[in-house]
């Protein structure tokens, strides 16, 4: 012991020399010096404290003790530890009370922030129970080692590892559904159940339909699919289409066997009374007949399609329209003789009549613009117009003429019945053209919408229309009206029509001017330069007016005399004079032509609605204005989004008690998990620092255990429940 | 043709497009107006007053287990039981003579422990099966129930608690005692310094930690497995009543004799978390919502206050012309309803929100007044709305007193500045209101 602390005195020395040998020491050697030195003192006077009690409380070389006893207080630093008084010994231990509570306590610091931050909170607080997990026989435990495999080899021989036993109410509650999972139960079997009931009455709807053509139809349909499986069954699996067609032909084969084709009730019903009644014979005779003349049909449209196929080639670098034409169709199929011509009758009467329809509707119109018109004399222009409705009428001819004779003679396109709605259109935009009163005015711009309310204007209809039919009839000559020779049509541009009435009226207009005045501008621009500089005036004295003024506190009197004829000094005024601060110029104020009030800006409504300052929670006028943008309503968003948006930040349960927050609560703190996430964060960091530096990653040892996982927490909810 | 199944509701298909429902803002902002204003239309917060005491409401208690029950103790030692929904006394006994000067009931709900002036600490059962008829019987019962135990201690009692999760009693008095409940001697005897100590409270998480408040001003900390206080608190005037965050564990509240109300972090004791101003006089007692989002405060000047944690103001403001000085408040244990006793005899129920609609609603309701609270949020920073919401009436006096009170505080701070500004630059430090009401910490 004494060695020791002559060693601790050597040391002291050693260091002192040490100081003393250098002759001139540096200022950082001198500062590591002294801590040294207080470092050691610090050590001694601890250690001989704590010694001098053990060998004291064991009676061993009290002789030496009192040795060390005068030794001591030569030392430099020792204290010798007097008993605590009884206050002093309280307070240290209140300390570290406190100190430990306090440390203690933050345990709940994360649960605590989290109920704070939470954006819902519900009380009472759900109860967290701890349960323990039996050993499952079904899970083998990994066993690494050796040593490992043969305990457990032996524990389970001693049967010391028993199976969990699973009892009835575990059972139940393991295979019980959850709500969630009974509610998409629900919904899945309802879906089906709608399906399947959709379905049931598609399929009754079509089974109970009685017209054969439908049946035909659906056979027809389903023979088609069939046929173009096989196609593909072809393409893709040759070995297996080719089987699928043996299969046919010998349902084929059977059906021919079956004679069924050939035979038919009502003909042998016909045959068995042929022997007695002549008008059945005559009868079968039309029926066989008829029969021939289809076969015959058949064979022909065959040999028809293949050439019109050739022709269809041909043609359809020409054609565009594919449009499906009811009249086309009819025409192309040449029906057996009898059938053929009493239809082709009716078409011939439904199309003649159809036409001439229309040809009396035009001329209807015609009439109607003419008595519409007001002007006593016929002018250029209703020459004009009554050329143009001449041509027209002579297109209409034309074409409806064309159309009989198409109809005769050729196969392809003929005319659709818009051609004749756009040449009325046209019509009526010329109308349009011929006065601006004109109850036809309505049909020249069609307003869909209130923006085309806002956006029309008289002056601009007439071009627009003009330009727009132009447009159309261009449009038309795309696509195809081989009838209607549009460069004729060209002929007669509205701009011609238009030129002709504007001119007239403005010539007019202007001739009673000159009759009147002189010089009408003259005067007009004198005027114009006194209100300009009236203007001018008002503008600066507003803006005058806006810029906060200077503020002159000074009181003559005070401080200098006062009189009638006496001045204010300058240095006074100025003393005492607030300066206002130069506002920063409007955002009218390079526009000359403008005043700005800019108090009057704002209406009062509105201004009282606007917050003074920023409200507190927010930083930035971005941000609350930002909470205040969008809407939460149910009429204004989503139902399902409103409530979300409405969800109360805190609920209770009505009736219930809401107890204090208990030790429990604390395993459903995230802050174990988060703890463990960042461990092994840490870990991987550490990883490739290791990995980087070339060191082998030691392995982890039990770092922490997980409260609350979500396995094992929905498993105690479950036992609870 | 579908129909859904709560009711006879048809589907109603809605087009959300902006196009179709314009005016949304200005919409909603009307809405969130209504709101507020439907909001004090409905404000209707006292339910009614139990009255029956012949002396001031001392103290009050509710029972952990039970939301009906009500426990009151008087000045001239009567205890009563109430039973709130029916608004009459379950059962009531001359259990003190003096003031009942502390009520508790135990964690089980079985037991009401009482302790007074007389130097005594009383255990009675909560289901008596005497049932009062009359006012002649009352009387006649009341010499009838008798306390199932009865401590006798070295002087009286000023308050009692009941730890949470277990037996143990703590009383206060001359001395902080521990009891167990069943041994007639305390457990252990907490002193630091002599003097009254008023109030003692259990920490309702941390259930080993408990703190008392006395008359020399101070709040002193417990700790009872090391069996010692662990820090004292002096502020600069004494602490009536003090309650701990029953979901925060580390936060109390204090109701202080300067009218304010201070709540602490207890690991943080050199300033307190928030100074909750608000009442005019003393705040002589203060509960904490079972939630911990908000507390109740009973004042001398005749007010209730209900604060939220986070805020320096009081969110709401309860006062009826009949009501005198506030000794003790109570929430109840769902957080729905608040009890109030004062000088007058009477224990008052309110509704701790109050526009709320009492009794279950129906889905609709339900979603229609989350809307709308939803919605008087969003809005409440506008200016119309927040006139409206904010607007609480109070009696004239409160009003003066307040009007005085920020008279003389700015007084106050404009005295403080102009010292600041004749004084040399940075010898005047600036006060911290969260410290300034602290004297001093001692370990």
Known sequence: MSSRDSIGMNNLSDSGNDSGVEDGPSPVNLQADIQKIAKKSRHRSERPSVRLAATGSTGVDLGALAVLRKELPNVDGFVEAAPRSKPEQKRIARKRGYEEISEDVNKWQGIVHQQRNARQLSFPLDKNSISIIKQDNKFQPLMKTELEKEMYELLSGAEMIKPKEESAEDKAVREAMTLEEVLERNKESWRLRTLRNKLGKKAHIRNKTKSKKFHRILKKDRLRKEASNLEQLGKTEPGRALDKLQKLDEIRIEERMTLKHKKSKWAANLQLRAKTDKTALAALQENSRLHEEMVNKLKKTKEEEEAEDDSEEDDSDTDDSDEHDPEADTQNSTPAPGVQDKSYKKMKTFWGEYNRQKEEEMKDQLEEIRRQRKQPKKGQDEQTIEEANKMIKDKLKQSTKSNKGKKKTTCSNNPDVNDNVKINEYEFTFSSMDKPDNPMNESAVRLRTLDDMENFKPDKVAPV??????????NNKKKSLPEVDASKIRVLETKVLESSVVKDFFNNDSDSDEAENDDPNADLFDEDDLALDEFNKAREAAEDAAQPKDVCHALPGWGSWTGPDIKMSAKIIERFTDKAPKKAPSKFSDKKNVIYNEEADLHQNIRNRMVS???????????????????????????????KLIEPALVTEIGAVIKPMDQTQLLKDNRAKQAVKDNKKTKNQKKEEMEKSGEKPVRPGNQLIEFGSSKKRKFSRKSVN | DYVRECGQVQKVQHNPDPKLHPFERAREYTRALNATKLDKVFAKPFIGALSGHIDSIWKLANVPTRLSTLISGSCDGELRVWDIPQRRVTWKAQAHR????????????????????????????????????????????????????????????????CQWDSDLLVTSGMQVDLWDMNRSEPLHSFSWGADTINTVKFNRVETNVLSSTASDRNIVLYDIRSKTPIRKLVMKMCTNSLCWNPMEAFNFTIACEDCNLYTFDMRKLQQAMNVHKDHVRAAMSVDYSPTGREFVSGSYDQTVRIFRVSEGHSREVYHTKRMQRVFCVKFSADSKFVFSGSDDTNVRVWKSQSSARLGTLLPRQKQQLRYRKQLKKKYVHMPEIRRIERHRHVPKSIYKATELRHIMSSAAERKESRRRKHSKPGSRKFKVERKSHIVQEDE
């Open chain 1, 465 to 474: 229309a003009a330009s727009k039919t132009l447009k159309q009839v261009a």
């Open chain 1, 613 to 643: 300052e920023l409200p507190f929670p927010f930083l930035q006028v971005s941000d609350w204005e930002a909470s205040i943008r969008g809407p939460i309503g149910r009429t204004f968003v989503p139902e399902l989004v409103h409530r």
């Open chain 2, 98 to 161: 003096g003031f009942v000067r502390g009520v508790v009931v135990e964690r089980s709900g079985k037991n009401v422990i009482t302790c007074g002036d007389d130097q005594t600490i009383k255990v009675w059962s909560l289901d008596q099966s005497t049932i009062m008829e009359d006012d002649d019987e009352q009387d006649e019962s009341k010499e009838n129930v008798k306390p199932l135990h009865e401590f006798l201690g070295k002087a009286g009692f000023l308050d009692i608690d």
